[in-house]
């Protein structure tokens, strides 16, 4: 029974993994793409695009979505470039770190 235990432990968190590496950060770029729409301040009606007023928020909100995705992006690829050299990413530190295996 302790391992049935165990193997749904395990099962939870690579879904909770693949829920916010796999389509998290997706969610965050269409966000941010989004975000940048609202920023612009246009309407379309009909086909029709009217200006209305801009929001600078939506642009900071934007961007800042964006780096979050960049910088996932690059600690993915330092992970998987690490452990080919020989490295393991580590993460007690405030920042990320690499140290010899």
Not at 5 to 22: N, R
Not at 24 to 34: N, T
Not at 50 to 62: C, D, K, L, N
Request: charged share 10%; proline share 4%; net charge positive.
């Amino acid at each position: 029974m302790h391992n049935l235990g165990f193997a749904l432990d395990g099962a939870w968190q690579v879904l909770l993994a693949g829920l916010i590496l796999g389509a998290g950060l997706p969610i965050l770029f269409a966000l941010g793409i989004r975000s940048l729409a609202w920023a612009s301040g246009g309407v379309t009606t009909g086909g029709v695009t009217t200006e209305g007023p801009r929001r600078p928020i939506g642009a900071v909100v934007g961007y800042a979505l964006f780096t979050v995705v960049v910088v996932g992006v690059l600690l993915g690829l330092t992970f998987i470039v690490a452990s080919g050299f020989g490295y393991k990413l580590d993460f007690s530190h405030i920042y990320p770190t690499l140290i010899a295996k």
